[in-house]
Structure formats: C-alpha cells, structure tokens
C-alpha cells in the first residue's frame, strides 16, 4: 500500500524559509516523479514543481525563483523549500505521485499524502 | 499556460440525479494528459479519471469522463450521497501544470 506524509514546521514567519518533507513507502522513490501541490484557503489546487531521483525538476514559473526541490532515495524522502514566503504562501500543502513509471501508465497524481497546513505569520 | 475554466462553479442536484460538469481549455489539449479529481472537505484530492476517460483504480463506474481538444466532460449517473464534493480538471500538456477552479456538487 503506496502511502505519502508531509511533515514540518505549521508555523513560519515572513521573509524565512519553509521546509516540508515528504515520506514515501509502499513505492520505489526511483521510479516515479514526486510532486508538491498547495491549496490556500477557500482556494484552488496549484502545481508547485516535481522532482525525480535523477535530479530531474521542473518548477511552476510563479514561484521558480523561491523554490527548491530535493530528494533523499536513502531515506525515500523528497523536499520542498520555499524561500522568502509570505503571507500568500499560507496554504495546505501537499506531496503526491506522477502515476507514470513503475510499470504504471497514468498520467496524473494518482497517490497523495494527507495535507499539512502552513501558516505564514 | 494552459487555462482550465470550469463549470457551472457550484451544482445543486439530489441523490440519484445525473451531474454533468464541464472543463473547458484555453488551448487544445492532448487527450492523455487530461484528468479529473474529487476533493471532500478536510481531504486531499482523489484521481478520479485519467487519459480523459479511463478510471481510476476503485472508482465506481457511475464515473465517466469523455472529451477532445479543448472540452472535456466528468459525468456522474446516478449521485451518491458520497458523491457531494469539490471536482476538479487538470492538464499535463506543457509546463505548468494547472488544474481549473473547481465545480461544487452540492445537495439541492
């Protein structure tokens, strides 16, 4: 059974830097693209950016210039920094799977982990 | 990008009754990289239907989706009362990824 969970600080004030982890098992960490994807309150799904063990990511342009994106296949772990946040970066947050690889043939975010809200305050 | 507009925002149906919810692209999209989730308060998203009109694993196949180019259709026959909740569009055909704002599936 493929499960995800974000862990990390809820709180974080203004011009710092929030940090999130995202747990993997159930799942080879090197077959697939892993993914963050926020929701602010009240408001709709955005795409951060993937990364696969490769090193290969890609960002959304919004937010490109504030994001970094690293995975830890020793640990099957992936994570998210985004510098510099506001209060506009308050949201739930979380880490899902690119169903594409491992054998599988879909091409969508099939597995998600449960959400782990951050505030920017 | 790619702008996904989706409609009517909220749907006031009973049990039993047939939703129809429409997602519309601001330019064609390839017809694999089109997918449907459902979202219930306090949950994250579940993938509903992939490749436009494939089923997820486990989804109950009440689920339909079809569509080509720049509109594509999530039908549901025959509303559960599990079906009430928040659905949305998403596309992969370029960077970035977008999802469209959602249609709310209400009780009438």
């Known amino acids: 059974q493929v499960q995800l969970q974000e862990s990390g600080p809820g709180l974080v004030k203004p011009s710092e830097t929030l940090s999130l982890t995202c747990s993997v098992s159930?799942?080879?960490?090197?077959?697939?693209?892993w993914n963050w994807i926020r929701q602010p309150p009240g408001k709709g799904l955005e795409w951060i950016g993937f990364?696969?063990?490769?090193?290969?990511?890609m960002r959304n342009p919004s937010l490109a210039s504030r994001v970094t994106m690293s995975v830890d296949t020793s640990k099957y772990q992936f994570s998210l920094k985004v510098h510099s946040v506001m209060a506009a970066d308050t949201a739930v947050y979380y880490c899902?799977?690119?169903?594409?690889?491992?054998?599988?043939?879909?091409?969508?975010?099939?597995?998600w982990g449960q959400g782990t809200t951050v505030t920017v305050s | 990008e790619v702008v996904l507009t989706q409609s009517p925002g909220t749907l006031s149906l009973s049990p039993g009754e047939r939703a129809t919810l429409s997602c519309r692209a601001s330019?064609?999209?390839?017809?694999?990289?089109l997918a449907w989730y459902q979202q219930k308060p306090g949950q994250a998203p579940r993938l509903l239907i992939y490749g436009a009109s494939s089923r997820a694993t486990g989804i109950p196949d009440r689920f339909s989706g079809s569509g080509s180019g720049t509109d594509f259709t999530l039908s549901i026959s025959g509303l559960e009362p599990e079906d009430f909740a928040v659905y949305y569009c998403q596309h992969y055909n370029n960077s970035p990824l977008t999802f469209g704002g959602g249609t709310k599936v209400e009780f009438k």
């Open positions: 330019q064609s999209v390839d017809n694999t990289h």
């Open positions: 990364i696969h063990y490769s090193g290969n990511t």
């Open positions: 899902a799977r690119w169903g594409s690889g491992g054998g599988h043939n879909v091409n969508a975010f099939d597995m």
């Open positions: 159930g799942a080879s960490i090197t077959d697939y693209y």
